[in-house]
């Protein structure tokens, strides 16, 4: 017997008109590296009766006050919750015709659009010994260190006599005349941001000892009260987010109802282990379609103002045996070279007050006090940070996956608890991989469209892997 989605708003079922169709959407958001697409389902329409106006706080009465219009709705098939998200009311003249998304576009609520330059980050008064900041972690107070960085043009002009390249110079304790540029740790940064959006993070990337050590290099100096906006790359939190994908190929999954961004390797899904068995309610597919952007482009976005951008350490890496258009991917966070042991880069800094002058973020790797020097390298893990070593550490089986995969399509026999077990895992909540076994294969699913009317039927779009 085919069953029917249960529409609860506010926790409350709403009345379903018999004849209501939509179809749900439930998306893989590893497959669009771009744009992380969240599950939908347009078109659900309610009609006018009592307990649908309670629901919808009477809007539709012309002496109404509400003014909400969204509505926090799940879906259930049976006892099983197969997505939670927010329903988008667009009118109300002759019944209540409702948009539902998962709305991973405001997961960080009002901060999701901010700049991160924009946001009260708090500030701190710089002390006047550092020491407290050689720490190895990026829990230390304030959350920032003061790595030594080699930077022969810092100042622009009016160049300090007792200036000799060194931005936060060390020697057996901070070096009073030297510039001091605060670098902070990217985890903080999340977690500052996460405090104030009510969003917690999981996963292998934040777990990894390496994340821990990574820190975002800016090129503003710092002095007396310290605004931490001041020293924020000038992106939002979701870019921030996605750059760090487009770097490290995250696989980023929004628990939308518990609000926890849970940030994956998706080298992790290709090489993973498969748990769910489908193969009793497939058809056997009689063929597929291949990719049709094979192969990668891995690239940076360039700060031009550093003289050493053509450096040939910051080389884009394509596949080479790629026929036709490739995957374009190109991460915002380049790092910086190093020379005789520390990191070195040749752009102006900036002053405290000169807020119109940006530099391109970068990503950096705080290693504490190593040999009398607070040190930060251009190493993740054991890891360079240049493309020809990110592709093989991170990108190596998406590659292989985009040069012969194949993609099929057909509807699919599933249970309730079924079509719940994989929009869990789609969403985070489990922390499986959304990898199904079908026939002898192993399949990571696109999406699954489910009809209103006949939810076990379900549309599923895989990719072999």
Known sequence: MQKKFDVRI?????????????????????LDIDTP????????????T?????????IYHPQSATTQRNYATELYLDTNLVDWGYSYLKDAKANYPLDFTSNIKEFFGSYQARLLSDIDLGSFTLPSSLNDTLLNSWQVANGCVFPTIRNDVYYEKNVPSTFDGLVNKYSAGYIATSPKTPLFFVKYVLQKVGDLAGVTYAGEFWDDTATAKLILYNTREAVGTVERRLFMPNMTIAQLIVGLRKTFNLYLRFDVYRKVLRMDYAK??????????????????KGGSPINIPGLELSWTLDTNDQLHKDAFFLPYATIDAVGQRQSISSPFRTLLMESGLPKTSQFGAAVTQLDKKCIPGLLSWQGLVSGVPLATNQFGTTTLQWSDIRTSFWLEEERFRMGSFRVEDRIALTSAQISQISAILRGEDSAWPIVHINGVNYLIERLVIPSGSANTPLMSAWRI
Do not use: Y
Request: proline share 7%; charged share 15%; aromatic share 6%.
């Open 10 to 30: 506010g926790g409350i079922s709403a009345d379903v008109a018999p004849d209501t169709a939509f179809e749900l959407e439930l998306l893989n958001s590893m």
């Open 37 to 48: 697409q969240s599950s939908r389902a347009l078109g659900i329409t309610l009609p006018f």
């Open 268 to 285: 992790s899904v290709h090489n993973g282990t498969c748990s769910i068995d489908w193969s009793s309610s497939a058809p056997k597919f």
């Open 50 to 58: 009592p307990t649908n106006h309670d629901l919808m706080g009477h």
